[in-house]
């Protein structure tokens, strides 16, 4: 398996300019979410979906949009990039959406800068 | 709301000292906390969750309802352990949604 994967690793953006980042998962996982990672505040949820055709919003949604037609891939698309979206992107997923104890796998993340 | 905080940015220790990374929550419901692990140029990993009850790498984490708190302790740290450390909570119940606190950068010195 080769688990979470993310693509690409490092982008570079301008200011307007939209783009997708990938997320693929082979662990056939109902659940996949995306974080980004910013100095000094951790790691915030962005968007989540706990199935095929189902997702809904985390913590800090607003610019970006997703959707998640197949079980594996659940892409975060930047509609207009904003300098305030630099930040490291991190993709997740975990086998059962709602059961405990069933551990959350991340993938290696994609940074992205926008000029 | 819900809130995880870490009080130490940073924290240094020298080897085989022993460590306590702290970690204290807010939430209404019944807490499922984790602590996960990223050492330099890797990705985010489960280290603990409260609910196994593991000790995994030497480290161990108890829940304390009363103070509203999920510390990570190891009796004496390794270079190795030299990483960033965040405590998460599941904030969502069944929909589970990490809320992750800003983080902890552990360095055991030689």
């Known amino acids: 398996n080769a688990g979470v994967t993310q693509t690409p690793k490092f982008q570079v953006l301008k200011t307007g300019q939209s783009m997708t980042l990938q997320c693929a998962q082979d662990?056939?996982?109902?659940?996949m979410s995306w974080y980004r990672q910013d100095p000094g505040m951790g790691l915030r949820l962005i968007h989540y979906s706990v199935g095929a055709g189902i997702t809904d919003q985390g913590e800090v949604p607003n610019g970006y949009n997703v959707s998640r037609s197949t079980t594996e891939d659940f892409p975060l698309r930047l509609l207009s990039a904003a300098p305030s979206q630099t930040s490291v992107y991190f993709c997740?997923?975990?086998?059962?959406?709602?059961?405990?104890?069933?551990?959350?796998?991340f993938g290696p993340g994609t940074r992205l800068t926008v000029l | 709301a819900q809130r995880v905080t870490q009080p130490e940015k940073l924290l240094s220790v020298f080897k085989g000292a022993p460590v306590e990374l702290k970690c204290n929550y807010s939430?209404?419901?019944?807490?499922?906390l984790f602590w996960y692990v990223q050492y330099s140029r890797q990705r985010l990993q489960l280290l603990l969750r409260h609910i196994s009850r593991e000790s995994i790498k030497g480290f161990t984490a108890d829940l304390n309802k009363g103070e509203t708190s999920f510390h990570l302790k190891k009796p004496f740290a390794q270079e190795e352990d030299s990483a960033m450390y965040y405590c998460?909570?599941?904030?969502?119940?069944?929909?589970?949604?990490?809320?992750f606190g800003k983080g902890t950068l552990l360095t055991v010195n030689p």
């Open positions: 662990m056939n996982h109902e659940y």
């Open positions: 939430y209404s419901g019944s807490p499922e």
């Open positions: 998460a909570l599941n904030s969502g119940g069944s929909n589970y949604k990490l809320t």
């Open positions: 997740a997923s975990r086998r059962f959406a709602g059961l405990a104890n069933n551990e959350q796998f």
